[in-house]
């Protein structure tokens, strides 16, 4: 029997080829004329290069009307949630790409409960997820749940700030968090270095959890095998963001230039903005929305379980208390009934015995 969905060369249509080798082939179309949707947030301090970062990687402009807040404005901003939507298509996939940034993170003079706002969003998108996917119309759910938290750390300390690390500790469980060390062209590779495995030491210390690779399997080629093993050494990446086009030799490139040469940013020598485009992009993406689904929305799912149960057991003691409550009081009604009862047979039987005494005194005058 031969697929009509899977058309074959007349001598593979043999009575032994039965047409379930075109599933993947259906899968494909079927996702790509769905598209796919990818919510990636950034988070860290301003000046960072945060936007900067996002437009180099999806070639675009999206915070083009955005006004630089001048000093005594940053002062008294509290941490904003900026959501922008981007459509973009290759080859004929289509992505709906959300960022979300968060502007004000960090720049108070008291940074205390600044990253509430954001852990605000995550959780709502949580909830709203829920609802949707508890609902009747469960066909056409739009997963706005954050996927891909890029978190900006600064190149001029010694490691992590206790912002930084509090931050982080507040959501690793609720998002796949993404260290990168911003700007960095303003270190040395040797400052770079020893700046990654500082910041790996207190992530381990603090018990951060950071989105891990996946292991390969077994069957995959040496060259593949060996670029998830970079991508891995690579983290947290060193990165620098530019969109300014320079020339080099006689060809164009984006980079950065300085009185002593020109950074380039898809250079993989210069920084690591190469690997993180394409771990963000062409190998992980699927891999960090499984995480989302299956490990942080799971978490959050079974705790609105758990809530909702507890909830519920809660209600039903209360009924079943005011219930016994309200027998009792019924018992209480029905023996305070008979008591009146009685003492009304007893009156009654009192006025029986006057009215009698009453009459045998006056027959006894008579």
């Not at 769905?34 to 945060?50: I, N």
């Amino acid at each position: 029997m031969t697929s009509p969905l899977c058309p074959r060369k007349r001598d593979e249509q043999d009575r032994e080829y039965i047409g379930f080798a075109c599933l993947p082939e259906q899968v494909h179309r079927k996702t790509v004329k769905r598209g796919f949707d990818f919510t990636l947030m950034v988070a860290g301090e301003a000046g960072l290069g945060k936007s900067t970062l996002v437009n180099s990687l999806f070639l675009s402009d999206l915070y083009k009307s955005r006004a630089v807040p001048s000093v005594e404005e940053r002062i008294s901003k509290t941490t904003e949630i900026d959501k922008k939507t981007l459509d973009i298509e290759e080859k004929g996939v289509k992505l709906r790409l959300t960022v979300v940034d968060t502007p004000g993170f960090g720049d108070q003079v008291n940074v205390d409960d600044c990253w509430k706002p954001i852990e605000k969003y995550i959780d709502d998108q949580f909830a709203q997820y829920f609802k949707d996917e508890s609902g009747l119309n469960r066909k056409n759910i739009t997963d706005n749940r954050v996927h891909c938290c890029l978190y900006f750390i600064s190149p001029y300390g010694r490691g992590l700030r206790p912002l930084d690390v509090e931050f982080m500790k507040r959501i690793h469980n609720k998002v796949n968090i993404v260290p990168l060390i911003s700007k960095a062209d303003t270190l040395t590779p040797s400052e770079i270095r020893k700046l990654k495995e500082k910041i790996l030491q207190e992530i381990q210390k603090h018990q951060i959890s950071i989105y891990t690779f996946p292991e390969c399997d077994e069957d995959e080629d040496d060259d593949f095998k060996e670029h998830i093993r970079e991508l891995k050494e690579a983290i947290p990446f060193a990165v620098i963001g530019s969109n300014t086009v320079v020339e080099v030799n006689g060809k164009k490139v984006r980079g950065r230039l300085y009185p002593w040469g020109i950074v380039e940013v898809d250079n993989p020598r210069h920084c690591d903005f190469t690997r993180l485009r394409t771990m963000l992009i062409s190998t992980h993406m699927h891999d960090l929305k499984d995480m989302t689904q299956d490990v942080h929305y799971e978490n959050y799912r079974s705790r609105c379980i758990s809530n909702i149960t507890a909830q519920t057991t809660r209600e039903r003691t209360k009924l079943k208390r005011d219930s016994c409550n309200f027998e009792a009081m019924s018992d209480a009604d029905r023996l305070l009934r008979e008591k009146d009862e009685e003492i009304a047979r007893m009156q009654q039987m009192l006025s029986q015995m006057a009215a009698q005494m009453h009459r045998g005194t006056m027959n006894g005058h008579k």
